[in-house]
């Protein structure tokens, strides 16, 4: 689901982030309102990003206290439910 941290600064890591988060809203909120509902709600697309930022820095957080040896682990795991989760995105139109 995202892009490879090591090859990037921290800056273009949360750009990467951030653009994550921006397709997951766009996706789940169409996929369960309406094609074309996210682009006509920015202020909810701006609070499902807030609150994916929110999880993703409660996660490293608490990632901080887990021990080396289980960090892989834990992070494998929480990125394999994310993806389980979301509905696959639809391909993008060109104009």
């Known amino acids: 689901m995202f892009s490879d941290d090591d ?3 921290a800056g273009e890591t ?3 982030y951030t ?3 921006l397709d997951a809203a766009v996706t789940r909120l169409d996929a369960t ?14 609070g499902y ?3 994916c930022a929110s999880n993703l820095g ?3 957080t608490a990632a901080a206290s887990v021990p080396q040896d289980g960090l892989a682990d834990m992070f494998a795991a929480a990125l394999e439910e994310m993806d389980d989760e979301m509905p696959a995105p639809k391909p ?3 104009k």
């Open 19 to 21: 653009d994550e988060f």
């Open 7 to 9: 090859d990037m600064t």
């Open 49 to 51: 990003i807030q609150a």
């Open 14 to 16: 949360a750009v990467s």
């Open 33 to 46: 309102f309406g094609e074309g509902y996210a682009k006509a709600n920015p202020v909810l697309v701006a």
């Open 92 to 94: 993008k139109r060109r």
């Open 58 to 60: 409660a996660f490293m």
